[in-house]
């Protein structure tokens, strides 16, 4: 069974551009959750699609966003980077209210 | 009342030893607990889990302790190996409507020959 998969694993991007991050889960997983991780702040969660619809929202602002998709396939994309956005962003899927999360190896984003 | 706090920040045990890592959490509606080991470049992968109406789980080597009065719960990693020596977190989550992961602040394990 293949695992969670995200792409890019690497990304180097400028102050003021946008990203998109790509997952895709466990075959059969339809709940979809990104997490930010940082040496400082460690892991935070950003949030969690359902059925292609937002369940939850972590404490980011605006310009963190995502979607999902009708596959279950998620993205997420981050505007007007700033350097601390910087941060191995993680996705992670599981059956609904299991809480069972299988998580990706992450998206290394660098903004510099 | 959202924070799960994790302690030590870092652990060296010998090869052989046990390793033992704690969390406490202050949301009585948590109802499930994992513990996730993350090796560098790797996202975290989930080691074990319990949910509060059971006091212990065992899977091999590993033991996770849960007290629901305390509000604490802990990993026990016996005849600990090199290859154990990894970034463990600890999290817990309301699987109803807020099934997000709060986890804590991680432990650095190093298991030395």
């Known amino acids: 069974k293949a695992g969670v998969t995200q792409t890019p694993r690497y990304l180097i991007k400028t102050r003021g551009q946008q990203v998109t991050l790509s997952c895709s889960p466990i075959?059969?997983?339809?709940?979809v959750s990104w997490y930010q991780q940082t040496p400082g702040q460690g892991l935070q969660f950003l949030f969690e699609?359902?059925?292609?619809?937002?369940?939850n929202k972590g404490n980011f602002p605006g310009r963190f966003s995502g979607r999902q998709f009708s596959n279950s396939r998620s993205e997420m994309n981050v505007s007007t980077l700033e350097l601390g956005d910087s941060a191995l962003y993680l996705c992670?899927?599981?059956?609904?209210?299991?809480?069972?999360?299988?998580f990706g190896s992450g998206t290394r984003l660098t903004v510099v | 009342q959202q924070q799960v706090k994790q302690s030590p920040q870092s652990l060296i045990v010998q090869k052989g030893g046990i390793s033992i890592i704690n969390c406490a959490y202050e949301n009585t509606a948590f109802d499930y607990f994992p513990w996730y080991q993350q090796f560098p470049g790797k996202g975290p992968a989930l080691l074990i889990a319990?949910?509060?109406?059971?006091s212990e789980k065992k899977e091999g080597r590993f033991t996770i302790s849960f007290n629901k009065s305390a509000k604490q719960f802990s990993l026990h990693i016996m005849d600990s190996q090199p290859g154990d020596s990894a970034t463990y977190f600890c999290a817990a989550s309301n699987t109803g409507t807020a099934s997000k992961l709060t986890f804590g602040t991680g432990t650095r394990l190093q298991v030395t020959l």
């Open positions: 319990i949910r509060p109406d059971v």
């Open positions: 992670a899927s599981s059956i609904l209210g299991t809480g069972g999360y299988t």
């Open positions: 699609y359902f059925s292609e619809t937002q369940r």
């Open positions: 075959s059969g997983h339809r709940s």
